[in-house]
């Protein structure tokens, strides 16, 4: 069993059309502009893979997701719903093709959640990749 638990904080886009990624480690950040989970739309959550001092994060355990887990989400009223993984990649953080994953999913409800991963680059202080996992819905609890 891998568990991942975070507190969900609310995040925009920076200047350069990429997620804003949550301050705290052990945060994680859902897209405020795209769908609320259990919506049809994409649900997008992002957060750290490791710290400065490359101990774990919220997202340490993504790297370890598979087609077919079950990823559950819950709300602040508490309301959990069942995604079932379908899809995880690494996306190049130079692809101009990596913000793909913030577009609507033809209304089907989706979950989509980043991390880093790939190779540290020191003198850029990120990964060369993002893990993007995604997910689709399969039940509201």
């Known amino acids: 069993e891998r568990n991942i638990s975070a507190d969900i904080i609310e995040v925009g886009l920076q200047t350069d059309g990429t997620l804003d990624t949550p301050k705290k480690w052990n945060e994680a950040g859902w897209y405020k502009k795209g769908a609320k989970p259990g919506e049809d739309g994409n649900v997008i959550i992002n957060a750290h893979f490791d710290d400065n001092f490359g101990r ?25 719903y069942a995604y079932q993984i379908v899809d995880s990649l690494l996306v190049d953080i130079n692809d101009p093709d990596r913000l793909k994953v913030l577009e609507d999913t033809d209304g089907k409800s989706e979950l989509t ?12 202080s990120t990964y060369d990749k993002r893990l993007v996992v995604k997910a689709e819905l399969i039940d509201s609890l």
Do not use: H
């Open 113 to 124: 959640l980043i991390t880093c991963g790939g190779v540290w680059l020191p003198g850029k």
């Open 56 to 80: 774990p994060a919220a997202f340490w355990q993504l790297k370890n997701a598979t087609v077919g887990d079950t990823v559950l989400l819950e709300d602040s009223l508490g309301r959990q």
